[in-house]
């Protein structure tokens, strides 16, 4: 094992040379193209390479390697990983949610027994109900009470059998699956429910016409002459699949909303269904195959969705309606749980952490997750910087925050101070921790296994602006000949808005100042995605546990690359 994690080392180190030749346009001080924004061919490259690395030790030293090559660029600043907080009546019990952010409410029960209707709020409006084009946690929960794939995640976490007979049989190199689907499955509409559903589905989630935010996620497989993803149904109730080299995590991935099953008739049943793939779900009454179906929408106010009589599990499903207030006013949702509309918050004011956290009604569980500040490495901000200068400009503001102030005064649920992009608690896929610093790899802040210290470091945050070409005054404060002015993009929240503010206080401590503007869910999600923005507030919950989930989303062509990295 020693040896073979020197070797990887060695591999690394080798590996890191080429890239930094590679990236020789990022070192230069001058740019000879006019473009500020990272070289990013190499990253591409390297997550690529990640796929196809049988070697899980080496392939672990290439995630570190993808990690440094992210982290130097500064476009993302880790301020905590996640953990997740929400308001529950003590009668409710049975529903559950997985490290992963997604929550099940199909097997609640009050006081012991089924229940009529569960009253929930979750977020505002959603952006997709279509799994394959949805990228947000609340939206991966409707997805996962409204579809359900050949796997689920049951409430310790386990990947189980959904609509598959078991588990599946893999050839002995682990690159071909072969499933057997459960006989007789329905979709919500009495159609019958088949392998070649799970053909189609998948091979629109991977196609870039679908324009699906998480395609990247089926880059794994091999692909045909046809450049379609190799995946084929034998018979009615069998798929087969072969991917490009054996992936830790593929039965994750075979619980992932993109990996559900959707309806061809009715997706192709709307009269824009190629230019508007999510059009068949722009109103309630879809049809689905998970737990329930939505039976009314009343947009930007509220939804019910009804038991689903198809749903291969209905027999366990023990509330008959989910009924979701869509809100993002946290105010108005803890008044309407008080006043007992609401049996289930999934967000509080922040000023009432501290009195709510003495209810019974509270609680606090584990994620596997960021909450970060994201730049968009395009933004006009860097204009006339090389990329070299703009690096150091966004890895100065990281130097700046007050990571602790932050947990202890806003999110105050005891937060861990994140300190690198990758979470703790997230594996390395060969039986360790990702995070830690070990014989094989040392993180560059060897005493909090990260790239920054949890404390602030001011002084080098002005020596990396003085380098970008910021000058000074004796006082320590920007010179009025270098101003720096920030534009904030947040959405709705007390907790968001009050990071945003602590963000605006510890930038003015040496004179930068900055705009806040808050955004409704649907706008900030669209704005992040295109790019209509410069700083913004992020988050990332793993989709699964291994850290290539958390280095692929800033691939040039992934969905997820709010940052524009190689855009």
């Not at 040896?3 to 230069?28: E, H, N, S």
């Not at 091999?222 to 034998?234: A, H, L, S, Y």
């Not at 009715?266 to 939505?294: C, H, I, M, R």
């Not at 861990?416 to 070990?438: L, Q, R, V």
């Amino acid at each position: 094992m020693r040896t073979r994690k020197w070797m990887a080392l060695l591999m690394a180190i080798a590996m890191m040379v080429t890239v930094l030749a590679g990236c020789g346009a990022a070192k230069k001080d001058t740019d000879e193209s006019g473009s500020y924004t990272p070289e990013w061919t190499e990253y591409d490259k390297l997550i690529k390479d990640i796929y196809q690395e049988t070697d899980l030790v080496a392939r672990e030293a290439k995630m570190h390697q993808a990690e440094d090559m992210l982290m130097e660029t500064g476009a993302v600043i880790p301020i905590y990983y996640y953990n997740d907080l929400y308001l529950e009546k003590p009668e409710f019990s049975g529903d559950y949610s997985t490290l992963f952010g997604t929550k099940y409410f199909m097997y609640a029960k009050k006081n012991g027994q089924p229940v009529d209707v569960m009253r929930i709020n979750l977020a505002s409006e959603p952006d997709h109900l279509d799994p394959a084009l949805n990228s947000s946690v609340d939206g991966a929960a409707l997805a996962s009470n409204s579809f359900v794939g050949l796997y689920t995640s049951d409430a310790n976490d386990n990947i189980v059998p959904a609509l598959a007979d078991g588990m599946p049989i893999v050839s002995e190199d682990g690159t071909q699956y072969t499933i057997n689907l459960k006989t007789w499955q329905k979709w919500s509409n009495g159609d019958p429910l088949t392998a070649e559903d799970f053909v189609y589905s998948w091979k629109r989630a991977a196609d870039p016409n679908t324009a699906s935010d998480y395609g990247y996620l089926f880059d794994v497989f091999k692909k045909d002459d046809k450049g379609e993803i190799m995946v084929q149904n034998n018979g009615y109730d069998q798929i087969q699949f072969t991917l490009n080299a054996p992936c830790p995590y593929m039965m994750n991935l075979l619980a992932f909303p993109v990996y559900m099953p959707v309806h061809k008739a009715s997706v192709e049943a709307a009269t824009d269904w190629q230019t508007n793939p999510g059009a068949w779900t722009s109103e309630a009454g879809f049809v689905s195959n998970g737990a329930y179906t939505l039976k009314e929408w009343k947009h930007n106010e509220s939804m019910v969705y009804v038991k689903n009589p198809n749903f291969y599990d209905a027999a366990n499903v023990s509330v008959d309606e989910l009924h979701f207030m869509l809100s993002a006013d946290d105010t108005a949702i803890l008044a309407a749980y008080k006043a007992g509309n609401l049996d289930y918050a999934d967000t509080v004011p922040n000023g009432e952490i501290p009195t709510l956290k003495n209810w019974p009604d509270f609680h606090v569980i584990d994620n596997l997750g960021t909450y970060y500040v994201g730049f968009n490495v395009k933004s006009e901000m860097f204009k006339g910087k090389t990329p070299d200068q703009a690096n150091k400009m966004r890895r100065a503001l990281a130097l700046l925050v007050n990571r602790q102030y932050i947990i202890d005064t806003i999110g105050q649920t005891q937060q861990e101070a994140a300190t690198s992009f990758i979470p703790t608690g997230m594996s390395d896929s060969h039986g360790g921790k990702f995070k830690a610093n070990d014989d094989a790899y040392t993180y560059k802040d060897q005493a909090s296994c990260g790239y920054y210290s949890v404390d602030v470091n001011k002084e080098e945050a002005i020596n990396l602006l003085k380098e970008a070409g910021f000058e000074f005054d004796e006082n320590g404060k920007l010179s009025s000949k270098t101003p720096l002015h920030i534009n904030y993009l947040t959405n709705e929240g007390t907790g968001h808005e009050g990071v945003a503010q602590a963000l605006q206080q510890d930038f003015a401590q040496i004179g930068i100042t900055m705009d806040i503007s808050v955004e409704d869910w649907q706008t900030f999600l669209n704005d992040r995605k295109s790019g209509n923005f410069d700083v913004a507030r992020e988050g990332w919950l793993a989709d699964y546990d291994d850290p290539i989930n958390m280095l692929e989303m800033f691939t040039s062509d992934s969905g997820n690359n709010d940052c524009q990295l190689g855009k």
